[in-house]
């Protein structure tokens, strides 16, 4: 079991940035895969960014590439999501996951097996 916790969710004005945190416990944090994906109200939760066990290799949607990025702390069991330049659009509960998908090309929700409870993530115009 991975047990994911995830922070740093919030209010912010569009433009503004945010970094959220999500800390793993349990098996070992490098042996996985990880995600961020985010659901905004009355729609299907989304890809937003995953990256390999290594930290080497990053993947992004379209919406968020050059906007956020997405890195890992193998000492500190830690994931992070910065996000700059943040738009009303962006506003949604972030969820971190974990793959056995280790090289971090999984972009589907049933590709990650363990989920953090979320964080909200509020953008105003």
């Known amino acids: 079991q991975v047990q994911l916790v995830e922070s740093g969710g919030g209010l912010v004005q569009a433009g503004g940035s945010l970094r959220l945190s999500c800390a793993a416990s349990?098996?070992?944090?490098?042996?996985?895969?990880m995600g961020w994906f985010r659901q905004a109200p009355g729609k299907q939760r989304t890809f937003v960014a995953a990256?390999?066990?290594?930290?080497?290799?990053?993947y992004y949607a379209d919406s968020v590439t050059g906007r956020f990025t997405i890195s890992r702390d193998n000492a500190k069991n830690t994931v992070y999501l910065q996000m700059n330049n943040l738009k009303p659009e962006d506003t949604a509960v972030y969820y971190c996951?974990?793959?056995?998908?280790?090289?971090?090309?999984?972009?589907?929700?049933?590709?990650?097996?363990?989920w953090g409870q979320g964080t909200q993530v509020t953008v105003s115009s």
């Open positions: 349990g098996r070992t944090f490098r042996n996985f895969g």
């Open positions: 990256i390999s066990w290594s930290g080497a290799n990053q």
């Open positions: 996951a974990a793959s056995w998908v280790a090289v971090g090309t999984a972009r589907e929700s049933y590709e990650y097996d363990y």
